[in-house]
């Protein structure tokens, strides 16, 4: 099965830190990303990712708090959030995409929730 599964979502205080992963299983991908959608707004990217993990890209929103990692060997995408606020409350959704360039991420996780109290 080519599946993406997220973890690590939770309920955290303002000011705290939480690790999302997104096991990915059924084949290689290449540039991945971290989505997220808050109710009421559209999804928005949070963060992506590069095949080799060269190259990354944060949304504005996120710089300086959150860090993009991934884990080839294990076949793991990762999030790092720092310092969060109750603005990153949304449903946090790990994408890939499966070939090199030029497509769409046409593959997405279930989605994990993640909600930061004041």
């Known amino acids: 099965q080519v599946q993406l599964v997220e973890s690590g979502g939770g309920l955290v205080q303002a000011g705290g830190s939480l690790r999302l992963s997104c096991a990915a299983s059924g084949r290689t991908f290449y540039t991945m990303g971290w989505f997220r959608r808050s109710p009421g707004k559209e999804r928005d990217i949070v963060a992506r990712?590069?095949?080799?993990?060269?190259?990354?890209y944060y949304a504005d929103s996120v710089k300086g708090r959150f860090t993009i990692s991934r884990d080839n060997a294990k076949n793991t995408l990762y999030l790092q959030m720092n310092s969060l606020k109750p603005e990153d409350t949304a449903v946090y959704y790990c994408?890939?995409?499966?070939?090199?360039?030029?497509?769409?991420?046409?593959?997405w996780g279930q989605g994990t929730q993640v909600t930061v109290s004041s």
């Open positions: 990712i590069s095949g080799s993990g060269g190259d990354t």
């Open positions: 994408a890939a995409k499966s070939h090199l360039i030029g497509t769409e991420y046409d593959y």
